[in-house]
């Protein structure tokens, strides 16, 4: 089946130009795509937006976000790809 | 779309990338006036370049003594006398004013308590010729590459740099008599095609680290640029010199930076033992990467590695207590309890070489023009191209790169591309007419990916070549290994042509990008391997277990791989500095 633009477009956004950021983002994508609500989807898309050093702070645990809900994405994805 | 439908624009300068290298050159020019592109398939400030958090080198002496000659001498020695010196020379003289530049732009670099900017040791840095180890690099924190591309970035687009975001460049377009006018490319969003045609055209497209299953690269750097440059008869130099960063997280490849080392860090194998004291007694963990990366082979080889594979040396920092590691390291401690669960602080790192620097690519001179051998001129400019940043060879890292010289290459020649392309715009009034057979064959191998039935898929070829790349043309090689890996290359490549991708939409259609970034890496993997087996010596980070030693007499040139018929040619390397007597080779000992 191909994917839908709108996934192929994530998937995209979701290549960055850090290794550890392609690493986690399609781990995540990969594991846990098929159960995100309609809202998580909403604040993937919103943090998909933000500069790759900020993402790297969030994801890599060098900073909380100060937003409630990109804050439980955050803690989402760390646990889906802990090893 | 039918290829007479296609929009054409126009600009004086086509860039392809927007990383370090292309916003560099692109603000020197949208600065003096010239209409600018930046075309680059992923947000530019995505771009690889935002990796790099060590630093950047320049002899400022803000914590040591130290001066351009010294860190001349280091470079040329680094690249074990590969490096062109006139470029080397060209480089590390203008290393200071170039982290001036940046810290008046605004880059916030890590000070002393004096004021002055932070300078940390790195390896293959030494004082006053070979001797105690330099403090050379200038660091932002840990986010140097991030600071220095965001203010790029911002002043690109204050000085109204036009960007193409999220365009894909498919191939060169040059007219009859092979001079280069623009690029095809397409929106990525869209699938819509677009010829820009430009009187010079930069390449500033990155390296190619996605060539080998462990890197520390990003997925976006495929090699396109080097790819293109080869379709467009430029052949490719130096590709056998693949730098491999000896301390990668093993298995994953995730980079543990040389500031690690810088310090204090080292390296243990499965017996406790120091094992850089016996490879390397002088400068310890902080001898040259391919030292290091070949030291830690060597142990695993022998069976003193670690692991219950006993297949990787670990990497100790936890006697530097934890406050350090958190103010001069936080970085390090983080990736490894994202990705492996231990806390460095306690715990000693596993570590392998991952692939990490292109030190070969698209041969130019330092004015950034790209030079082919025409007839009995080694070095004749290609009329209106361009290349400056890791996808080019000016040659400054020859056979192996020192870290903190790369976000120096990219600003430094970047900016000297620049310089040299407002110089051409003068004496070029006009755009020339293309040749229309040049767009159709980049036309015809974009929608080659459009033909629909049985073929196997990009993926597994992919996989496919990284692991005979990993396997065959890695860290130490051998004759064997090497024509292993030709045999084994060219027959994943007469694969791809029958590959086809299950999705023929326009929009975002990421499965045709994937497939052409393959393409790309694909040529560029011949290059590396062909270049490869073909070098009877050991140099820099090419290794060769059946020729241990470097052969000055045979092999002090540069490779040249070309795509028509894998023809490999050769180059003598420029020995002769700007202003200073060369640096004979000698016996490379740290
Ligand atoms: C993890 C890591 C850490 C590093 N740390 C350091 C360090 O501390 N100090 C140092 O000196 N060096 C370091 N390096 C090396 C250095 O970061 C790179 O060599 C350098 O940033 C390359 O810059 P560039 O401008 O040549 O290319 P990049 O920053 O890679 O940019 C390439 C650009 O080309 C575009 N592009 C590519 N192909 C296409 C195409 N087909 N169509 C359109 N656009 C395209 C991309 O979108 C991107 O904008 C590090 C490298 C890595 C991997």
């Known amino acids: 089946m191909p994917a839908t633009a709108d996934d192929s477009e994530l998937r995209w956004r979701c290549r960055r130009g850090m290794l550890e950021l392609d690493i986690i983002f399609n781990e995540f994508l990969d594991k846990a795509y098929s159960t995100l609500t309609h809202e998580q989807k909403d604040l993937l898309d919103q943090m998909l937006d933000y500069p790759d050093q900020l993402l790297f702070d969030l994801l890599l645990g060098h900073m909380p976000s100060a937003d409630k809900g990109i804050s439980s994405l955050v803690t989402y994805i760390r646990d889906t790809i802990r090893p | ?590």
């Open chain 2, 1 to 590: 779309m039918s290829i007479n439908d296609i929009q054409r624009r126009r600009f004086d300068t086509l860039i392809i990338g927007a990383g370090g290298g292309g916003l560099r050159a692109a603000l020197q020019l949208a600065e003096a006036d010239a209409s600018v592109a930046v075309v680059s398939k992923v947000f530019p400030t995505r771009s690889h370049t935002v990796a790099a958090q060590g630093g950047m080198n320049a002899a400022l002496a803000n914590v040591l003594p130290d001066n351009w000659h010294w860190h001349m001498f280091d470079t040329v020695k680094g690249s074990d006398y590969l490096g062109d010196q006139d470029a080397i020379e060209y480089m590390c003289r203008a290393a200071p004013k170039v982290v001036y530049e940046l810290e008046h732009s605004g880059v916030p670099f890590s000070r002393l308590d004096n004021g002055k900017i932070y300078q940390r040791p790195f390896g293959g840095q030494s004082q006053n010729f070979g001797g105690d180890q330099a403090a050379r690099t200038c660091a932002a924190a840990d986010r140097t590459g991030h600071a220095i591309l965001h203010s790029l970035y911002q002043q690109n687009i204050r000085a109204k740099t036009h960007f193409f975001d999220e365009y894909f460049a498919v191939d060169l377009l040059k007219d009859e008599q092979g001079n280069v006018l623009g690029a095809f490319v397409f929106d990525i969003h869209t699938g819509e095609e677009l010829i820009i045609e430009a009187k010079t055209t930069l390449l500033a497209t990155g390296g190619a680290g996605q060539l080998f299953r462990t890197t520390t690269n990003a997925l976006i750097n495929t090699g396109d640029g080097m790819g293109m440059a080869l379709r467009a008869g430029v052949p490719l130099q130096d590709m056998e010199f693949f730098q491999f960063h000896p301390t990668g997280i093993a298995g994953r490849g995730m980079l543990i930076t040389e500031g690690a080392r810088g310090e204090g860090g080292y390296l243990v194998n499965c017996e406790g033992e120091r094992l850089m004291e016996r490879y390397a007694p002088k400068a310890k963990d902080l001898a040259s990467r391919d030292v290091v990366s070949r030291s830690i082979y060597t142990e695993v080889k022998e069976g003193r590695g670690c692991g219950p594979n006993r297949d990787h040396v670990m990497l100790k920092l936890d006697h530097l207590g934890e406050a350090v590691l958190q103010k001069r390291l936080p970085g390090i401690r983080q990736t490894c309890i994202t990705f492996l669960g231990i806390d460095p602080a306690e715990q000693p790192i596993p570590v392998y070489p991952t692939a990490h620097y292109t030190m070969g690519g698209i041969p130019t001179d330092r004015y950034g023009q790209v030079v082919i051998p025409v007839k009995d001129t080694p070095e004749e400019p290609v009329h209106g191209l361009y290349a400056a940043g890791e996808c080019a060879c000016v040659s400054v890292h020859g056979a192996n790169r020192l870290g903190g010289n790369s976000l120096l290459d990219i600003l430094v020649f970047g900016r000297s591309a620049a310089n040299h392309i407002i110089e051409t715009l003068k004496e070029t009034r006009y755009h020339r007419p293309m040749d229309e057979d040049s767009i159709a064959q980049a036309y015809e191998r974009l929608h080659r990916w459009d033909a629909t039935g049985d073929g196997e898929s990009v993926e597994q070829i992919r996989t496919d070549l990284k692991k005979a790349m990993e396997e065959n043309c890695g860290v130490f090689r051998s004759q064997d290994v090497l024509d292993n890996g030709v045999k084994q290359v060219s027959a994943i490549a007469e694969r791809l042509k029958h590959a086809r991708i299950n999705d023929n939409t326009s929009m975002f259609n990421t499965a045709r990008v994937e497939a052409l970034e393959l393409e790309n890496l694909m040529d560029v993997a011949l290059a590396t391997v062909y270049s490869a087996a073909a070098r009877t010596e050991s140099r820099g980070a090419h290794s060769r277990i059946d020729y241990p030693d470097r052969d000055d007499k045979h092999w002090m040139r540069h490779s040249l791989y070309s795509l028509e018929d894998r023809k490999l040619d050769y180059k003598p390397v420029r020995t002769k500095p700007m202003s200073v007597p060369s640096f004979p080779p000698k016996a490379r000992v740290y």
